[in-house]
């Protein structure tokens, strides 16, 4: 299964952003696929997850709800959409995706895009 990011880019404070992951290859294996982002010198942090029936998993943070994870399973696609970004929110994005894990632990992804980056300018 390979994963590509788009949609990433330079954005002011308060803008948006709708990034895309689309998944090819052996993609009838995947159920889950998610968002992290890494922001330099800092841990890998989850954003949200969605399987393949809807079932959606947001972290605690939930972004204070300015994230939105949706997928179109059609087209092996999974979306982050980004509200009211602010400079905080700067950070490499990362999709993962896994045949059945959809936690929020990192490590437990099989599959790995390789990062769309996301500044915000204040």
């Known amino acids: 299964v390979q994963l590509q990011a788009s949609g990433g880019g330079l954005v002011q404070a308060g803008g948006i952003l709708r990034l895309s992951c689309r998944a090819s290859?052996?993609?009838?294996?995947?159920?889950?696929m998610g968002w992290f982002r890494q922001a330099p010198g800092k841990d890998r942090v989850f954003i949200a997850s969605?399987?393949?029936?809807?079932?959606?998993?947001y972290s605690a943070d939930t972004m204070n709800g300015r994230f939105t994870i949706t997928r179109d399973s059609a087209k092996n696609t999974v979306y982050l959409q980004m509200n009211s970004l602010k400079p905080e929110d700067t950070a490499t994005y990362y999709c993962?995706?896994?045949?059945?894990?959809?936690?929020?632990?990192?490590?437990?992804?099989?599959?790995w895009g390789q990062g769309t980056l996301v500044t915000v300018s204040s």
């Open positions: 290859g052996r993609t009838g294996s995947i159920d889950a």
């Open positions: 969605i399987t393949r029936s809807g079932s959606r998993t």
């Open positions: 993962a995706a896994d045949p059945d894990y959809s936690g929020s632990d990192w490590g437990k992804y099989d599959y």
